[in-house]
């Protein structure tokens, strides 16, 4: 893996705050010239420490109050039905994270939908469906007290 330096460290910092900075605002921030960050920029863009840039959405702007967090445990862990599983939980947009894990729960997913029925209307048609589920357990967020997309590095 390549290394990074203080500045590389301090560009990366600056676009999590804010991707819509200009090349010339983050410049002025660190006391530089726009050429080296520009190229600093598209030297991590390029070897894949910036991996894109995106717009971070209200949820509940959107309609999307409620939160579930749904833990999935398959029956039985064979290769085939794990893949299975990862991709069918791939269409379903309503689910904005999946991660497979280590222990009792298989899988762990965060799930936006409008409202309870609409998250029973999801579990029931859609979610059951995959073949190979054991256990599904969902909880329900009640407030959001840390949400961040910056990855902490030193």
């Known amino acids: 893996m390549e290394s990074l330096d203080e500045t590389d460290k301090s560009i990366l910092r600056i676009l999590q705050k804010d991707a819509k900075k200009t090349t010339k605002e983050i410049a002025s921030e660190l006391n530089l010239t726009v050429s080296p960050v520009y190229e600093r920029i598209r030297k ?7 991996s894109r840039y995106v717009a971070i959405l209200d949820a509940k702007m959107l309609d999307r109050k409620i939160t579930t967090i749904c833990q999935v445990s398959m029956r039985y862990h064979n290769e085939a039905f794990i893949d299975n599983f990862v991709r069918e939980i791939q269409n379903f947009e ?13 899988f762990f997913l965060k799930i936006n939908v409008r409202s309870l029925e609409e998250y029973h209307d999801f579990v029931r048609y859609k979610l059951s469906k995959i073949d190979n589920i054991g256990v599904l357990n969902s909880t329900f967020v009640l407030k959001e007290i840390k949400h961040t997309s910056e990855l902490y590095f030193d």
């Open 44 to 50: 991590l863009e390029t070897s894949g420490f910036i």
């Open 94 to 106: 309503e689910v904005q994270e999946c991660y497979h894990m280590a222990g009792q729960v298989d």
